[in-house]
């Protein structure tokens, strides 16, 4: 908890940036779903930005807000379909056992839309600095399941493979990173 803590103000920065991305797709007051929310701080900004009903959830209860959670098991979700009204899977994917599993899930229970942001390997400077941070990750945080990281293409071939529609791509890398950034809006 006192990483995160370390790095909160970085981590609400982010998340400001995120809901300034995001706020042509999520109409206030949204039903959203956080899916990985780790401790909840970009959870807790989106709320605020969105005046939205937010849950998160996560295989480990790392939360530093008192936000609605639920622990999941990383392949199933314990809500019915068509529940949100939105889902956020905010750099959560390659840290997953089965991303494909937990798409097929974000979508059933999503009434609209997906919102993913990942890390891509692209590049060789990208692609050491994904290695790397998927190496420390795991270490640091006992990881059970292997960090993985896709490509762009990976993705759009596993969106198109689900029937979900990429409707809105940006890169949002910063200055500050060496790793590739994209946000992807998908649409079931």
């Not at 991305?21 to 930005?49: R, W």
Request: charged letters at 30%; hydrophobic letters at 40%.
């Amino acid at each position: 908890m006192m990483w995160y803590l370390i790095f909160s103000k970085i981590y609400e920065k982010a998340g400001q940036r995120m809901c300034k991305e995001c706020k042509d797709f999520i109409k206030s007051g949204s039903k959203i779903l956080d899916l990985g929310c780790g401790p909840a701080i970009i959870t807790k900004v989106f709320q605020n930005f969105f005046q939205a009903e937010i849950v998160g959830v996560d295989i480990l209860d790392r939360r530093i807000f008192p936000i609605p959670f639920k622990i999941i098991n990383g392949k199933s979700l314990p809500f019915s379909g068509n529940n949100f009204d939105a889902v956020l899977i905010a750099y959560v994917l390659h840290h997953s056992q089965d991303p494909i599993v937990l798409l097929k899930e974000a979508k059933r229970v999503t009434k609209d839309k997906i919102f993913i942001y990942e890390d891509l390997p692209e590049g060789i400077i990208s692609s050491f600095f994904c290695k790397l941070h998927g190496f420390s990750f795991d270490k640091l945080f006992h990881n059970r399941d292997k960090t993985t990281f896709k490509r762009e293409k990976e993705w759009g071939n596993i969106f198109k493979n689900l029937k979900l529609k990429v409707i809105f791509q940006k890169e949002v890398s910063s200055r500050l990173t060496p790793i590739r950034k994209k946000l992807f809006v998908l649409e079931k």
